[in-house]
């Protein structure tokens, strides 16, 4: 869990509990009493009034109301149609989280609403030409946790000459060319970058390791640096 989304669910504790303790919050999210302080901390600093009894714990202060996200018909039409896409090019773990994130957008709708948007999802389909390779690959969220933190991956990939081999690589992004998702990284076997086929992609772990390479370029100058 990324630190906003912690954030966000410490609130939510906040708001569905009389008082929550530092103990409490740090064992649910499994973070330090330290973090939990920071956390807590940081919540105060973006405007929601958190107050602190002691013996009780932490709670939001009587009359603050923290508003919902509301879409309308017309949005959550455009994340329906999405998820034919992220259906069909998207990977095992990005299809469970886009359909749990759809989820939480419909039961935010109103009756009709909900009603035309089961309506609208029946009425989209998508066909694409399957991907190369392993096509039941679940690794694109493990991937965008590794970009995002700057982990090491250890992957075993098998390239086009059928050839297998194990790598340490650390990934500066992802495109979406051919009909397949690439990824683009730092290959400390050919310590050079590398563009990884995801489909190709047979095993992978994320190291937690930092990066040990400095000065990653971001994907777009990578790509564009592929053009000249």
Not at 46 to 53: A, D, L, T, W
Not at 151 to 165: E, F, H, T, W
Request: glycine letters at 4%; hydrophobic letters at 35%.
């Amino acid at each position: 869990m990324n630190r906003i989304d912690r954030l966000m669910g410490i609130v939510t504790v906040l708001q569905s509990r009389k008082y929550a303790t530092a103990d409490y919050i740090s064992e649910k999210f499994n973070i330090s009493i330290r973090t939990t302080y920071r956390d807590i901390k940081a919540i105060s600093e973006i405007g929601i009034p958190v107050s602190f009894e002691p013996n009780k714990g932490y709670f939001i202060m009587q009359g603050y109301f923290f508003p919902p996200v509301i879409f309308t018909q017309q949005e959550a039409n455009a994340l329906i149609l999405l998820e034919s896409i992220a259906k069909k090019f998207g990977d095992e773990s990005i299809q469970k989280h886009y359909t749990s994130a759809l989820n939480k957008v419909k039961v935010m709708l109103k009756g009709v609403e909900k009603d035309r948007a089961d309506f609208i999802q029946s009425q989209i389909k998508t066909t694409y030409a399957p991907p190369i390779g392993n096509g039941n690959f679940s690794y694109l969220t493990d991937i965008q946790d590794s970009i995002i933190g700057k982990k090491i991956l250890k992957i075993q990939y098998v390239n086009s000459q059928d050839r297998a081999s194990e790598r340490e690589i650390e990934p500066i992004g992802l495109t979406f060319y051919g009909f397949n998702w690439h990824l683009i990284a730092w290959c400390w076997q050919r310590l050079d970058y590398r563009d990884f086929k995801v489909a190709r992609i047979v095993t992978l772990e994320n190291t937690h390791q930092p990066f040990r390479k400095e000065n990653h370029p971001n994907i777009d100058d990578y790509v564009k640096s592929l053009q000249n």
